[in-house]
């Protein structure tokens, strides 16, 4: 998963030289949300769900999709790709962090070790700032929304944890990217409506099926 979030960087990049930010996270989540719809009739997985954990699971959805999407993909298009997938490198420090926070799991001494060495890392690549690394102030709002983004896909890492005790990850993924999208496309439906679908290229488009198959459905799974 996390080889694929790597690459998957890289793959956004190229294809927002040709898609609008929203244009193409547009297609992308709705195209994911319909590839897991697709793998639920293939399992023959049901989607009902309880009326509690209906309203838990949206509330999940909307924060780790609908406005982690929103904030990763403006992000992106603000910063560069290294930039990017450091900041969200720092992910599983907060996923720990909470769960500790939420008494869901306890940090071993070894982890708490492994936490500080990760700040400790962070900082000594940043104030190294070679390569395609950078820190400017053109990059830093776009920075700044794929820290808030890193929030929230921790949150959403660490509240998926019951559920995945009780239903499948296929289960789990396909309910809560679905809701996530019917919440995410009025954002962007006309970033899609505008999109140039006769000029762009097989390279862009490549980029976009790369990033909706394998950085979301299988990375989710």
Same mark, same amino acid.
């Given at each position: 998963a996390?080889v694929m979030?790597?690459?998957?960087?890289s793959?956004?990049k190229?294809?927002l030289?040709e898609?609008?930010?929203?244009?193409f996270?547009?297609?992308?989540l709705?195209l994911?949300?319909l590839?897991?719809c697709l793998?639920?009739?293939l +399992?023959?997985? !049901?989607f009902?769900v309880?009326?509690k954990d209906? @309203?838990?699971l949206?509330a *999940?959805?909307?924060a /780790?999709?609908t406005?982690?999407q929103?904030?990763?993909?403006?992000g992106?298009s603000l910063?560069?790709?290294?930039n990017?997938s450091?900041?969200?490198?720092?992910?599983?420090?907060f996923?720990a962090l909470m769960? +500790?926070g939420l !008494?869901?799991e306890?940090?071993h001494?070894?982890? @708490?070790?492994?936490?500080f *060495?990760s700040?400790? /890392?962070?900082?000594?690549v940043i104030a190294?700032?070679?390569g395609?690394?950078?820190f400017?102030?053109?990059?830093l709002?776009?920075?700044?929304?794929?820290?808030?983004?890193?929030?929230?896909?921790?949150?959403?890492?660490v509240l998926a944890?019951p559920f995945?005790?009780?239903?499948?990850?296929?289960?789990?993924?396909?309910?809560?990217? /679905?809701?996530g999208?019917?919440?995410?496309?009025p954002?962007t439906?006309r970033?899609?409506?505008?999109?140039?679908w006769g000029?762009?290229s097989?390279?862009a488009?490549?980029?976009?099926?790369?990033?909706a198959?394998?950085?979301?459905?299988?990375g989710y799974?």
């Open positions: 996390v979030w790597g690459v998957n960087f793959f956004i190229i294809a030289r898609l609008s930010p929203g244009g996270n547009g297609v992308r709705l994911t949300a590839v897991f793998l639920m009739g +399992a023959k997985e !049901r009902a309880s009326r209906f @309203w838990k949206l *999940i959805g909307v /780790g999709n406005i982690y929103l904030l990763f993909i403006r992106v910063t560069t790709a290294s990017s450091l900041i969200l490198s720092t992910s599983p420090i996923v769960s +500790a !008494r869901i306890r940090i001494w070894a982890a @708490w070790g492994g936490i *060495i700040f400790f /890392g962070l900082y000594l190294e700032r070679n395609s690394l950078r400017s102030s053109q990059s709002k776009g920075d700044f929304l794929i820290f808030l983004g890193t929030i929230l896909w921790a949150s959403y890492t944890k995945l005790e009780e239903m499948s990850p296929l289960k789990f993924s396909a309910i809560t990217v /679905g809701m999208t019917l919440f995410y496309l954002f439906a970033d899609v409506s505008h999109i140039p000029t762009i097989c390279q488009w490549a980029s976009l099926f790369f990033s198959l394998f950085g979301l459905v299988l799974l």
